[in-house]
């Protein structure tokens, strides 16, 4: 009987092992979840802290265009949208926003323009900054050389702002 009673307390034992070991198993998997959720979490606030800052705005971006400009001929400024020559001011591309559409024009062999009202002029200098600007109200300053605007800086113009 005395060999029975000890197999039957190694038996026990083992069986608290493997419980022990499965309780530990449990507690290490809670703990790897409880870090996985709160890291993306974090991850998450971090994202939408950036989305928020970027809606609310900021300090509008200004854009350095690269353009030959005589010094000696005075610079003015100038205000409206960025569109192409194509397009002008009413995109044909309903499926398309404005910026989308006049990238779609140029890249097809239109030129960019900024449209104000009436007033349509071409413009002259780095496309990549232009592409940027697309679809925008902006303000830049230049050379007016007959319809075209020889571009030397421009910068995105808030809603309702006047320059």
């Known amino acids: ?3 029975h009673n000890k197999e039957a307390g190694t038996l026990g034992e083992a069986l608290r092992i493997i419980v022990r070991r ?3 198993l449990w507690l290490t ?4 979840f409880a870090v996985t959720t709160l890291a993306s979490s974090l991850v ?3 994202l939408l802290a950036g989305v928020t800052v970027a809606i609310a705005g900021g300090e509008a971006p200004q854009v350095q265009v690269d353009t030959q400009v005589d010094p000696t001929i005075p610079s003015q400024t100038f205000s409206g949208v960025i569109t192409d020559a194509r397009c002008g001011a009413r995109h044909r591309n309903s ?3 404005a910026s989308e559409c006049a990238r779609a024009c140029v890249r097809d062999g239109s030129r960019y323009t900024v449209v104000d009202g009436d007033k349509n002029y071409e413009l002259a200098g780095n496309l990549s ?6 679809g925008q109200r902006v303000a830049l300053t230049g050379v007016l050389d007959g319809n075209t605007i020889k571009v030397s800086s421009a910068s995105v ?3 309702g702002g006047h320059e």
């Open 22 to 24: 499965k309780d530990r």
């Open 1 to 3: 009987m005395e060999v």
């Open 29 to 32: 998997l809670l703990a790897f």
């Open 44 to 46: 998450l606030a971090a």
């Open 157 to 159: 113009q808030a809603f």
């Open 95 to 97: 499926h398309q926003s």
């Open 129 to 134: 900054h232009f592409d940027l600007l697309a």
